[in-house]
């Protein structure tokens, strides 16, 4: 009933509403390439179909996050989660029936990404292509150059648009070349377009023309320019011009790595290794046979049809060759053919190298790609379960419904996942990451978060709770926390004096103890090896603790601010940060972390035995309090 009544209209709204959003910014992003093209609504409805469906990827995640913060902020804004939680159904077991739900979700969201999402994307970028190879409307401004029209430069000073006559034309016509221009001049004329629109006729009328002829004759110098003079009353030009739309066909985005599925990226992917294999032995080959320096070591044969190599025989000189005496020995102009010569083969190597290492990289995008939109099938199945499961606790814990709230967490949230999601896709695209890092990076980011929320939400944590943060970080930083007691209006069980002397003497002897037995500081080894002892230390602890409960219960406020002077103290891991001698030897003799160690555990050490000195100190105080209490009654 809850999924029924409340998850899913919330759900099928926000994800109408995210796939409209971006929509509009798919539509922003394209604007130029469909504006002033003469497009046919039919074409434009249906481009802007397969973008909706191109789309969903991105759409789902945010409506599956953003219907999850509504549906739990409504429950715990109405106290329905509270109502639950009393009769004794927990968080989890509400959100179980939408995790099958969503999981089901998930599993279709992969078979859409492999079965649908690839047809869409072939038609929606086959159909875009080909909207930006379309020629746009002739709109010829006043006053202006258009250069809209290949080889052709028209200019018009005035029009009539309810009769389509221009005045006051100028039209460069360079199609031929510019060694052939043609420049015409009318009073008026009219265009329009033929019946199977791909020409554009332009009639003129009352003008003259002007046509360079280029003179081929030799010798002929620079005499003068040959060009032809023309008046006429009226002209009729022809111009190519095709103002069709031109669908492009579905197999060149076909074989993209966008209109492949999985079976077929698999195959795509082992085919480029393959081929990155085969170039890898061939280049090793060439190296191996052709070194970049000195004489081949190695040729290649080919014996029954079979490549081999085999050594080159070297031919042992009685003495080495001095180079340096060869070269200056030599004639200037062998010396300047040596130098050209290495300057040749040098710039040869380099190019070779580098056409070599474009291959390459170039068969290593490719691979990458496909590698990319494999890992981005099973992504998005992953992302629309870790929406869930940081909407679903965040609404139950910041508990407001509604559309303020929710929409402005849910944005703040994707920018998020949009950015990291992004930049990891970048790092993967370009080969600076591994792709499985760069495309699951914005899945390994927010999925602790999910835990994290959700873990606070079933245990009803106080995730918002400044002091807890506060008192974590004082923590970290070593600051200790302060005790903070008030004295009770309404004491059920009196203290009885005599108990807790007994229970503060106790405590004292075992304070004591502890000091007399650690006087002086322990050495690298002994701290490594020995240590404090963790269960005497919690022994100590557990008494002060029950002591400070036991007297918060003291009508006397003397005796309520006296026990707010006990240190907290804690049971912290560098007392003794290894319970086996072997393990704390074999730590010590790594350096300098051991050594790190030893220095912040000794600092620890330290504090604990000034709170130990001030609890001893509290404790004497505290008796003789006590004592003064039952000589006054």
């Known amino acids: 009933m809850f999924e029924s009544q409340t998850f899913l209209p919330l759900f099928l709204m926000t994800f109408f509403i995210c796939l409209f959003i971006v929509l509009m910014q798919f539509l922003w992003r394209y604007i130029n390439d469909l504006v002033g093209k003469g497009l046919d609504i039919s074409v434009i409805a249906e481009l802007f179909c397969y973008a909706a469906i191109s789309m969903v990827p991105m759409a789902l995640p945010l409506s599956i996050l953003l219907a999850s913060l509504m549906a739990f902020g409504n429950l715990g804004e109405h106290f329905e989660l509270t109502a639950m939680k009393s009769s004794g159904v927990s968080l989890l077991k509400v959100m179980s029936p939408l995790i099958v739900f969503l999981s089901l979700v998930s599993v279709g969201a992969f078979f859409f990404q492999n079965d649908v999402l ?59 070349g510019y060694g052939y221009a043609n420049v015409m001049l009318a009073d008026s004329g009219k265009m329009s377009f033929t019946e199977d629109k791909k020409y554009l006729f332009l009639q003129l009328m009352h003008g003259e023309s002007f046509e360079d002829l280029k003179d081929d004759r030799p010798n002929r110098g620079n005499s003068g320019m040959l060009y032809r003079r023309e008046s006429f009353t009226e002209k009729e030009i022809l111009i190519p011009f095709d103002a069709n739309f031109n669908r492009m066909g579905d197999e060149t985005m076909r074989n993209q790595y966008i209109g492949k599925n999985l079976k077929e990226l698999n195959h795509t992917i082992d085919s480029v290794k393959v081929r990155i294999d085969s170039l890898g032995d061939e280049f090793t080959h060439s190296l191996r046979s052709e070194p970049l320096c000195g004489l081949p070591q190695r040729r290649v044969v080919y014996k029954d049809g079979e490549r081999t190599e085999e050594g080159i025989l070297q031919v042992e000189m009685p003495q080495p060759i001095d180079m340096d005496s060869v070269f200056a020995s030599s004639t200037p102009l062998q010396k ?213 409960e036991y007297l918060e219960n003291s009508h006397s406020q003397l005796v309520i601010n006296k026990v707010m002077d006990y240190p907290c103290l804690r049971r912290l891991l560098f007392y003794y940060p290894v319970s086996n001698a072997k393990a704390g030897i074999a730590i010590a003799a790594i350096f300098p972390i051991g050594l790190i160690g030893y220095f912040i555990g000794i600092k620890c050490q330290n504090g604990l035995k000034r709170d130990m000195k001030t609890s001893l100190k509290v404790c004497d105080e505290l008796i003789s309090i006590l004592e003064k209490d039952i000589q006054d009654k």
């Open 336 to 548: 300047r053919n040596f130098v050209e010569n290495a300057k040749n083969k040098a710039t040869r190597i380099k190019q070779n190298m580098e056409f070599r290492a474009y291959t390459i990289e170039d068969i290593g995008e490719t691979m990458r790609r496909h590698q990319i939109e494999l890992m981005k099938k099973f992504t998005l199945s992953f992302a629309c379960l870790i929406f869930f499961f940081i909407g679903a606790p965040l609404g139950a814990i910041i508990r407001k419904g509604g559309l303020g709230m929710p929409i402005v967490v849910s944005v703040l949230l994707f920018i998020i996942y949009y950015i990291i999601d992004n930049s990891g896709y970048k790092l993967a695209r370009d080969g600076h990451w591994a792709v499985w890092e760069g495309i699951w990076l914005s899945s390994e980011v927010l999925l602790p978060l999910g835990i994290f929320l959700t873990y606070k939400a079933i245990n009803d944590s106080a995730v918002f709770n400044p002091d807890a943060y506060r008192n974590f970080f004082r923590r970290i930083v070593g600051v200790q926390q302060v005790r903070n007691i008030v004295m009770k209006e309404v004491i059920m069980d009196d203290v009885v004096v005599a108990d807790a002397k007994a229970m503060i003497a106790d405590l004292r002897t075992d304070i004591e103890a502890f000091i007399n037995a650690h006087q002086k500081r322990q050495s690298y080894l002994k701290y490594w090896t020995r240590g404090y002892s963790r269960a005497e230390i919690d022994n100590i602890i557990t008494k002060m603790e029950s002591v400070v």
């Open 118 to 176: 690839p047809k869409s994307q072939v038609k929606m970028w086959s159909l875009l292509f080909s909207m930006r190879q379309k020629s746009p409307e002739l709109d010829i401004p006043e006053e202006a150059f258009y250069d809209q029209i290949q080889g052709y430069n028209l200019f018009v000073k005035k029009k009539n648009r309810e009769t389509g006559m221009m005045y006051d034309m100028m039209i460069y016509d360079v199609s031929n």
